[in-house]
Each structure stands twice: as structure tokens, then as C-alpha cells.
């Protein structure tokens, strides 16, 4: 009774569009998701036909609306770079060192993986966060604030083939924007910045440290 009652069909259908992070201005979404939820017996798999389907859903004013999770945050960036063969070790020990690890997510009752800015709040994950390009690129990681910065630059970076054979006589800005378009960073991020970094180093050196900044960037931090 409780469960079919309007107030709880409401209540889902505003936690549904909240973790989407779907703009629902006019609350169209929410009524018709509610109407759904009521219809349907509370059927998950129809309210989330309806969502998928909205023009909310797919609308510019609901991109950018989320935080990224540890795993979101590596998992994109492995698609958007096409690293089908990671090392997937270190990759967990850099989603550890942020609270979520992918081999051992919370069960059984126990506190979920934290999400939204709550993962961002200790100081030494934030840190973490900062290595992700690192762990990805296969260089040496340091956990804390300080790292060993000649170490760091002497260690080759491994490329996958599209990032290794990018057309060396391409102009720099050319360069930076194919690789924002590829990660997909939200707007605010300031691809003339980038240039400097690209131009200041050679070959796959310039373009990790390109990859590094956008990775590290608040901007591609949003979903």
C-alpha cells in the first residue's frame, strides 16, 4: 500500500531524474515518470523506457550535470583513448586509493561507494585523482603530494597506436582539440592553454602531459 501510494510514485520519480542529473524544469519528466511508476505497479524497467525516451533526458541542459565517479572517470577515459589492454592492477590500486575499488564493491548491506562530491572530500583522493593519466599511460604513480619529477619525466609514456601515430606535421591547437574531443571534457576547459604544454615537449612526452591536464581538470570531472 505504501509502495503504490502517489507520494512514493513522486518521491522515485525525483530520485530517478536527481541521479540521472536530468533538467526537469517544468516537472514534466517527474509527472510522467510518476504516472508510469502508478500505471505500471512501480515497474523499473517501464519508468526507465519513459526517461530514456524524454526530451529531458537528451536535452543540452542536462549534460554536465554530474559528478564522475573513480570508476566512470576510468572507464571513460579507457574507451575514449582506446586502451583495450590496461594494467589492470595498477588500475585498481588508483581506484582504491579514491574509496571505490572495482574487484570488491560494497555488499550485503554495507555503506555504498561513496559518490557525487563525496568522493572528492579527502584531501589524499583528490591527490589520487590527479594520477589517473599516469596509471593510464603506464608511468610511475606517487599517492602523495611530492613525487619525483626527473623519474617521472625519463619514463616514456605507452601510447595506444592512434595517440602514438597522430600526424606530426598537424599544428599543435589541431592536435589539442582532437584529443578534447575524444575525452569530451565539459565547456569551460581552455584548449589555447594546452598549446604551450604540446608545443614545450616532444612527441609522446607532449602528449601525456596534454592528456594529464585534461584528465586532471575540473571540467572532466563532469558527466
Known amino acids: 500500500a505504501l509502495a503504490?501510494?502517489?507520494?512514493?510514485?513522486?518521491?522515485?520519480?525525483?530520485?530517478?531524474?536527481?541521479?540521472?542529473?536530468i533538467a526537469d524544469p517544468s516537472d514534466r519528466l517527474k509527472e510522467a515518470l510518476t504516472g508510469a511508476y502508478?500505471?505500471?505497479?512501480?515497474?523499473?524497467?517501464?519508468l526507465l523506457r519513459v526517461m530514456t525516451a524524454s526530451a529531458e533526458f537528451w536535452s543540452d541542459a542536462s549534460r554536465w550535470q554530474l559528478i564522475k565517479s573513480p570508476v566512470h572517470l576510468a572507464v571513460g577515459?579507457?574507451?575514449s583513448l582506446d586502451l583495450a589492454a590496461g594494467d589492470i592492477p595498477a588500475l585498481d590500486a588508483w581506484l582504491?586509493?579514491?574509496?571505490h575499488s572495482l574487484m570488491?564493491?560494497?555488499?550485503?548491506?554495507?555503506?555504498?561507494?561513496p559518490t557525487g562530491r563525496d568522493w572528492l572530500i579527502p584531501e589524499d583522493r583528490l591527490a589520487a585523482r590527479y594520477q589517473l593519466a599516469n596509471t593510464l599511460l603506464r608511468r610511475s604513480?606517487?599517492?602523495?603530494?611530492?613525487?619525483?619529477?626527473?623519474?617521472?619525466?625519463?619514463?616514456?609514456?605507452?601510447?595506444p597506436a592512434w595517440l602514438r601515430n597522430l600526424d606530426s606535421k598537424?599544428?599543435?591547437?589541431d592536435i589539442v582539440a582532437e584529443l578534447s574531443d575524444r575525452l569530451d571534457p565539459a565547456p569551460g576547459l581552455s584548449l589555447e592553454s594546452l598549446v604551450p604544454t604540446?608545443?614545450?615537449?616532444?612527441?609522446?612526452?607532449?602528449?601525456?602531459?596534454?592528456?594529464?591536464?585534461?584528465?586532471?581538470?575540473a571540467e572532466y570531472q563532469l558527466a
Open 141 to 159: 604513480v606517487s599517492w602523495g603530494m611530492q613525487r619525483d619529477q626527473a623519474a617521472s619525466k625519463a619514463q616514456e609514456p605507452q601510447l
Open 38 to 46: 502508478l500505471a505500471h505497479k512501480g515497474d523499473i524497467r517501464i
Open 96 to 99: 582504491q586509493a579514491c574509496g
Open 198 to 217: 604540446l608545443e614545450a615537449k616532444q612527441g609522446a612526452a607532449g602528449i601525456a602531459a596534454v592528456l594529464q591536464q585534461i584528465l586532471a581538470s
Open 77 to 79: 577515459a579507457c574507451r
Open 170 to 173: 598537424r599544428a599543435a591547437p
Open 104 to 113: 570488491d564493491a560494497p555488499s550485503r548491506g554495507a555503506e555504498p561507494w
Open 4 to 21: 503504490m501510494h502517489p507520494d512514493c510514485a513522486a518521491r522515485y520519480a525525483e530520485l530517478m531524474i536527481g541521479y540521472f542529473g
